[in-house]
């Protein structure tokens, strides 16, 4: 097998035309192919740039093609994952069902563990039911909500699949995804997503595979404490009963605050930066002309990534988890608090766009202590609650630069759900944090134009970037407790859908491969 690079074709072309490109690009016919990379290019023109793989073989190409295209053309041998039980694991208990938890699990249990999944929240049907009652009349239920629950965070978001990490092995997590539900374009798409809509089904059937094995799931079950000897955990204790296994996976999230508490008491965690500040809502098509020069079906909907280092300001500001065609949802999980999210379905047919715009924070805004990030969020989010009397704080963009209450709406209507209220942002973070983003705000409009517009919106507040604390490992272990795995976003080694599969893949492959210590 061969594989073709950079096979330009215009974006307005059906993958016919593709086949008629490759076949002039190698001088063959009768081949099979499929597409291994798709990407746009709309530096001049707008084309989709594709990677294909050809079931033919490098000799079976003429030498002068082949020293023609250079770099484009290569053998092309795909890997395979094999994971043995070296170490003869027979059991194991993961504390959560994101995609750390959810990947951890399936790999142990095809390998022959026997897995015991402790989840605080529902099952993902249930789940959807108490986040719609949520969304339609505000009623929060603290175990069951955007935060907590199978599948984790990520369920109810984008499903965005990107990742920075080269590790080969991401490979396998979309080939699991695609194997329980996920499109296949998600294995070649520059920019692949799932949505929250199909990420559902994924999850269910993910959890049927691991059922098969034979692995017990334990749903509205909360972690409330360890038994810890001779630093060894003995067992873990949940507010229903006592779990013993060879190895324990912590896979809590980043929102598991009275979990954090608990961990803190046996000196498991440390403090670490993450980021804070606002959801921005702009018109879709807006984004779509800003990004393409036009608005056009058969291109993807548009993304953008910016960031801003000034140094002369204290923090750096950046987008994160853009929401094509998405909306603003609330994602609280403690009373009296408020706190969001962006969420897109598969088609992101939505009329607004909307990502964070957070800036970064450390010890010099939320002090010292173990613990001191979490309570920050806590503050900041109380605040958000208290300032819009349980709504949404929303206000334009001019009038958040220009520190004054929104009075009138322009083009842009929030989408946040149930309800919403003027007030000014400039009230709920310091003052530090507020001039960075308005400084961004005025940068990031030179790159994404319109992205600084008059009319739009913000909304308060974004605080679950990333966890506020790490526990501290060693090659997945807990540096303190042996046969203890913290893994994940929660545990502070990853952020986003895929580096969190990845952490909960790698972790299974150390506990069933790396070196027995324990």
Do not use: W
């Amino acid at each position: 097998m061969i594989i073709l690079r950079n096979i330009k074709i215009p974006y307005d072309k059906d993958e016919s035309f593709l086949r008629e490109k490759i076949e002039r690009e190698i001088n063959k016919k009768n081949f099979e192919y499929k597409i291994y990379k798709k990407s746009v290019d709309a530096r001049r023109g707008i084309f989709f740039v594709y990677q294909v793989l050809v079931d033919l073989d490098l000799k079976d190409i003429d030498k002068k093609i082949v020293k023609k295209l250079r770099n484009n053309i290569a053998e092309f041998q795909e890997e395979k994952l094999e994971i043995k039980n070296k170490n003869n694991i027979k059991t194991a208990v993961i504390v959560g069902t994101g995609p750390a938890g959810l990947f951890a699990a399936y790999v142990l249990s095809k390998s022959g563990v026997e897995v015991t999944l402790i989840e605080r929240g529902k099952p993902v049907d249930e789940r959807v039911k108490d986040i719609e009652i949520l969304h339609k009349i505000g009623k929060l239920d603290e175990n069951s909500n955007v935060q907590f629950g199978e599948g984790g965070a990520g369920t109810f978001s984008d499903g965005k699949l990107t990742s920075r990490s080269k590790d080969k092995r991401v490979s396998h997590i979309f080939d699991i995804f695609v194997k329980n539900g996920a499109p296949e374009d998600i294995l070649y798409e520059q920019k692949p997503h799932i949505g929250t809509d199909i990420l559902r089904d994924v999850i269910k059937n993910m959890r049927n595979e691991i059922e098969k094995c034979g692995a017990i799931y334990k749903f509205s079950e909360k972690l409330i404490d360890f038994k810890i000897t001779d630093g060894n955990l003995d067992k873990i204790i949940t507010d229903k009963g006592e779990y013993q296994a060879d190895v324990y996976i912590l896979a809590i999230g980043n929102s598991a605050r009275d979990t954090f508490v608990m961990l803190d008491k046996y000196n498991l965690v440390e403090q670490k930066s993450f980021a804070v500040g606002f959801r921005i809502e702009h018109k879709r098509k807006n984004i779509e002309l800003s990004q393409y020069g036009m608005i056009s079906e058969k291109l993807p909907s548009a993304t953008y990534q910016l960031n801003v280092t000034d140094k002369d300001e204290e923090h750096s500001v950046y987008t994160f988890c853009m929401c094509p065609g998405g909306y603003v949802i609330n994602s609280s999980s403690m009373e009296g608090k408020l706190c969001i999210n962006g969420m897109s379905y598969h088609d992101r047919s939505g009329e607004n766009s909307n990502s964070a715009i957070v800036a970064t924070v450390d010890s010099k805004i939320f002090g010292e202590g173990n613990l001191a990030g979490m309570n920050f969020q806590n503050e900041i989010e109380k605040r958000a609650y208290e300032l819009g009397c349980g709504k949404a704080p929303v206000q334009r963009v001019k009038d958040f630069l220009e520190n004054r209450v929104t009075e009138k709406l322009g083009e842009v209507n929030p989408t946040f759900k149930p309800d919403y209220t003027f007030k000014n942002l400039n009230d709920i973070y310091p003052d530090s944090i507020n001039h960075a983003i308005k400084n961004a705000l005025n940068v990031m409009d030179k790159r994404v134009n319109g992205f600084c517009d008059d009319d739009a919106i913000l909304t308060g507040v974004e605080t679950r970037t990333s966890s506020p604390i790490r526990i501290v490992r060693k090659d997945y272990r807990s540096e303190r407790i042996k046969n203890l795995y913290p893994i994940g976003e929660g545990a502070g080694y990853s952020g986003g859908i895929i580096s969190s599969a990845l952490d909960g893949l790698k972790c299974a492959i150390e506990i069933l491969e790396g070196d027995k210590k324990c």
